[in-house]
């Protein structure tokens, strides 16, 4: 059975970084794009980022583009979210996903909070 | 990279059909076949039940289906079960490896 493991989330005050880790298992990790996808308390799903198969072309949404970077180890078989100068609004569940145009795979997700 | 809409809510009686629509651009739903379609129960994981708007991953029951029409996806749930009582989110790519998500509707089973 697939699983992807995220770790990482916690209480961060605003202006401060967090580094998000999920670790796949089960999963041929180094063939699929990886996704990031986080959930506001109480609000729908929102897509964050996304990287390719061998980590050469990531992709942001507008609100974290400059502060967020994705990155991938396929030897370690383990995504990233390095995340930076987080404001309240970054505050959500964030899940680790995998597969290319849709979102197959899901990990159970890790809360950032981020007070205001 | 506005949120597609979607109905915030709806609700069907068991055994009847419910159709939950989602509307893009043509940037977005109306260029790609590229839509999605997730279920959440609450505290879970969203789950895939509809991927390329209209298939369905392996062991998904054939009572969701999904469809589109310009702009605007579609997802049909017939012969309603209790069970299928949760939030169903749709999904769009929009181009330039990015994606959009529809703001959820919640579906109540009477």
């Known amino acids: 059975e697939v699983q992807l493991v995220e770790s990482g989330g916690g209480l961060v005050q605003p202006g401060g970084s967090l580094r998000l880790s999920c670790a796949a298992s089960?999963?041929?990790?180094?063939?699929?794009?990886m996704h990031w996808v986080r959930q506001a308390p109480g609000k729908g799903l929102v897509w964050v980022s996304r990287?390719?198969?061998?980590?050469?072309?990531?992709n942001y949404a507008d609100s974290v583009r400059g502060r967020f970077t994705i990155s991938r180890d396929n030897a370690k078989n383990t995504l990233y979210l390095q995340m930076n100068s987080l404001r309240a609004e970054d505050t959500a569940v964030y899940y680790c996903?995998?597969?290319?145009?849709?979102?197959?795979?899901w990990g159970q997700g890790t809360v950032v909070t981020v007070p205001s | 990279q506005s949120a597609l809409t979607q109905p915030a809510s709806v609700s069907g009686s068991p055994g009847q059909s419910i159709t939950i629509s989602c509307t893009g651009a043509?940037?977005?739903?109306?260029?790609?076949?590229?839509v999605s379609w997730y279920q959440q129960h609450p505290g879970k994981v969203p789950k895939l039940m509809i991927y390329?708007?209209?298939n369905r991953p392996s062991g998904i029951s054939d009572r969701f289906s999904g469809s589109k029409s310009g702009n605007t996806a579609s997802l049909t749930i017939s012969g309603l079960q209790a069970e299928d009582e949760a939030d169903y989110y749709c999904?769009?790519?929009?181009?330039?490896?990015?994606?959009?998500f529809g703001g959820g509707t919640k579906l109540t089973v009477l």
């Open positions: 990287i390719n198969v061998d980590g050469s072309f990531t």
């Open positions: 996903v995998g597969s290319g145009y849709y979102f197959d795979y």
């Open positions: 999904c769009s790519y929009t181009g330039s490896s990015t994606w959009v």
């Open positions: 043509s940037s977005d739903v109306g260029a790609y076949k590229y």
């Open positions: 089960e999963f041929t990790f180094s063939i699929y794009w």
């Open positions: 390329d708007v209209s």
